[in-house]
């Protein structure tokens, strides 16, 4: 049972098109470890370092026990672990995780897509539902997304989002087998008055997510 005080606006089902989003589901779990296993060069860059190899985590049974971890957080108010499916296909996740409330009101934001449908705007358009939600229902103020320098997709999709870059963190996460060098974006809640899926639509003419 979700306490709605502890965690307003969750759980939730956003979507717009033939994009939808939805909180991690138990049924997922081989879509989600085909997916993943047939994704590793694409992502293992841009992942946390782990003591065990990628094919073992990311087995049904890994999924799972994910699934798990990121529901308990989702109950207490932690974390907003949501899927993304393309037309019904998962295709990839976006979380808003390590939330705080009090008077900060801010949550990191981690997002991933399979290659085979990158560069279509699914990304950044589901990035921004998920915005909208975290500002508006969730009660959110400020969202972060730390992003590598080397990470130019990933850069170009907040900014077009309206994210603003705030500076650079110092060997901030151990990504890919080191500690890495982050660049910290953010939006604030105020930032784009008529919302950032207007913000995404404004910045794509003509370019449907089909
Ligand atoms: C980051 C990621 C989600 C972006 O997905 P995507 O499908 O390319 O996203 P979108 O199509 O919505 O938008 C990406 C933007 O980057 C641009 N882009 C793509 N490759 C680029 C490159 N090499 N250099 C600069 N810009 C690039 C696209 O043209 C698009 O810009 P536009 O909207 O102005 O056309 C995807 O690359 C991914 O999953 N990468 C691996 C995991 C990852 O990096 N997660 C984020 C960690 S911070």
């Not at 989003?21 to 993943?36: C, F, I, K, Y």
């Not at 009101?105 to 085979?116: P, T």
């Not at 705030?166 to 151990?174: P, Q, V």
Request: hydrophobic share 40%.
């Amino acid at each position: 049972m979700i306490d709605p005080d502890l965690h307003p606006g969750w759980p939730a089902i956003l979507s717009w098109g033939p994009v939808e989003l939805h909180p991690l589901r138990r049924r997922d779990a081989v879509e989600w470890s085909r997916v993943r296993s047939a994704n590793e060069d694409w992502l293992r860059p841009w992942e946390p370092t782990a003591t065990v190899g990628w094919q073992a985590r990311h087995t049904p049974a890994a999924y799972r026990a994910m699934r798990r971890m990121m529901a308990r957080r989702a109950r207490l108010g932690t974390s907003l672990p949501f899927a993304v499916r393309h037309e019904g296909r998962l295709v990839g996740q976006v979380t808003v995780d390590n939330v705080v409330r009090g008077a900060l009101r801010a949550g990191y934001l981690g997002y991933w897509i399979d290659r085979s449908v990158a560069g279509r705007g699914i990304a950044s358009l589901a990035v921004a539902l998920v915005c909208d939600h975290a500002f508006g229902p969730v009660g959110l103020h400020r969202l972060q997304a730390d992003i590598r320098p080397e990470n130019l997709p990933s850069q170009r999709l907040v900014e077009r989002l309206g994210f603003q870059q705030e500076g650079l963190l110092r060997r901030y996460l151990d990504i890919d087998g080191a500690w890495r060098d982050h660049l910290a974006y953010a939006l604030l809640a105020d930032d784009l008055p008529r919302g950032v899926l207007d913000r995404w639509q404004a910045t794509a003419p003509g370019r449907p997510v089909d």
